[in-house]
């Protein structure tokens, strides 16, 4: 091979390799599915310090998407159901971490110290609550609503992804808290019997 | 002593302030409540007798509002209606109109905009129509978004049969939406073969190919809610005479197909209700849909 032809052939393998690489890292990534690894993230909480989802290594770790403008999500904290859910799942060791993926643009955004005000009056007992206003961890994770939940195993792995509950309208007496199941049946060494459900509530206002 | 006449003046001073001070409030401040539902009422359409009563939440949506299909899609939740009515009567599920899909932030929700109508059938007693005028009466829960969302409850009522005056109103109400409804799918002049699921590791891909001379001009299909499974909306197509649509299972990858898929197919702009059955029998029937599936929960 000429000297020529060798140098056009190499410029012809990095050009394609380099189209590849950008239609591969320019294509939207799918969220994760149920059983695939947890994705990375490091969040600031509205008390100011940084979480990271490596630090709860070895736990069961809950995600719970929330925005204090929807009234699904006013609903469920002022009827004492998400507050419950939050204590009975730290009493098992498990950290429960509510998202807030609201654009800083749309109307229903808070500041920190507002939604810390705000989360305390409804007796939330989750671990944090973590910023996340560029969106990039609830797109990461595919964060449709809010409320929305995702369940991590203790090895990082997606155990549940959904609805908080099967009570759509608030109006159930027997309703079954799916986050609490997985978790439950996490602790149990038994698999989680209901792993998706769609989960219901006004849409996250990413940016 | 007190002067006479200054304590009131003291006292309305802050009225005074506030009132001079209104006009220069934050937007941000919360205005008066806002009312997504212009106005609800429950309309007869049809008095029954002796087939079911037919009834219709008719809903006038104040612009930019909107509330959910059946299937709501990724967020929101759909209109339900808590009846009330004499012992013995029985209320179907509300049927409704082809919504519009609308894709934001990457979110697909599948919504009713404008002027609403969701259809009731409601049959009598064992015992047969009563000889008596009787009530029907809902609260609709309903959901409704624009910027943000608001929820919340509506009652409504009619008496059947309706008076003469009020039953054309409904007839009219009737004949203006009856459009925005699907029809059967024998009307489209298309045929289905049966649905087939493949497992693609994470979701059912069930794909229904459709035949016929205007096979190609279907361009969407709007799934209903199908019970133990989580349609993926985002993932759903319909070009070339073929849908696609990923179910993922609710139990997890164990889980064999639905035995059936259901929904409203667009055909050159018109909706048509189908139900395909999914499975190994691989026979080509159709299965016409005669009242709508449960809601999602």
């Known amino acids: ?207 | 002593m007190k002067k006479r006449g200054t304590v009131p003046i003291l006292l309305l001073l802050p009225a005074i302030l506030i009132l001079f001070a209104s006009d220069a409030r934050p937007s941000s401040l919360p205005s008066s409540p806002e009312t997504p539902l212009k106005k609800v009422r429950l309309v007869v359409l049809d008095a029954g007798n002796p087939g079911p009563a037919r009834v219709g939440v008719h809903v006038e949506l104040a612009a930019g509002w909107h509330l959910y299909w059946v299937n709501p899609g990724e967020a929101g939740l759909a209109p339900n209606a808590r009846w009330t009515l004499p012992a013995g009567f029985t209320a179907g599920p509300l049927r409704h109109p082809i919504p519009v899909r609308s894709i934001e932030d990457g979110i697909v929700s599948f919504e009713h905009r404008g002027e609403v109508l969701l259809l009731c059938d409601i049959a009598p007693p064992p015992t047969g129509w009563p000889a008596a005028p009787w009530k029907a009466a809902a609260v609709l829960e309903w959901m409704a978004c624009r910027e943000s969302c608001l929820t919340g409850e509506t009652a409504v009522e009619a008496v059947v049969p309706p008076d003469t005056a009020s039953l054309a109103t409904g007839r009219s109400l009737l004949e203006k939406l009856a459009p925005r409804f699907p029809r059967p799918f024998s009307a489209s002049g298309l045929t289905a073969g049966a649905a087939r699921a493949e497992w693609t590791g994470a979701a059912w891909r069930v794909e229904i190919a459709l035949s016929g001379p205007r096979a190609a001009e279907a361009t969407d299909f709007f799934v209903y809610p199908v019970e133990d499974f989580v349609v993926d909306n985002a993932g759903v197509t319909c070009r070339g005479g073929r849908i696609v649509c990923p179910l993922i299972p609710s139990h997890g990858p164990g889980s064999p197909p639905p035995p059936a898929i259901a929904g409203v197919l667009i055909v050159d702009g018109v909706g048509y209700e189908i139900s395909v059955p999914i499975g190994a029998s691989h026979s080509y029937r159709i299965m016409e849909v005669t009242s709508c599936p449960k809601r999602d929960s």
């Open chain 1, 1 to 207: 091979m000429s000297k020529t032809r060798l140098v056009k052939a190499v410029f012809i393998s990095v050009a394609f390799a380099a189209a590849v690489g950008i239609a591969v890292s320019a294509a939207p990534q799918s969220p994760p599915a149920v059983g695939d690894t947890a994705p990375a993230f490091t969040l600031k909480c509205v008390c100011g310090t940084n979480h990271s989802l490596a630090e709860f290594k070895g736990k069961i770790v809950v995600l719970e998407w929330t925005n204090p403008g929807c009234p699904v999500v006013q609903r469920h904290y002022k009827d004492g159901l998400m507050p419950a859910a939050q204590k009975a799942a730290r009493e098992k060791g498990v950290v429960w971490l509510a998202v807030n993926s609201t654009d800083p643009g749309h109307g229903n955004y808070r500041e920190p110290a507002d939604l810390k005000t705000t989360y305390t009056g409804w007796q939330a007992a989750y671990a944090a609550q973590l910023m996340d206003a560029d969106g990039a961890t609830g797109l990461a994770y595919g964060a449709k609503t809010t409320p929305h939940i995702i369940v991590i195993d203790a090895q990082g792995k997606i155990a549940y992804n959904g609805a908080i509950d099967d009570d759509t309208s608030g109006n159930k007496t027997d309703r079954t808290n799916y986050a609490l199941a997985a978790v439950d049946a996490l602790i149990a060494g038994q698999p989680v019997a209901v792993t998706t459900t769609r989960p219901y509530g006004c849409s996250v206002k990413y940016k």
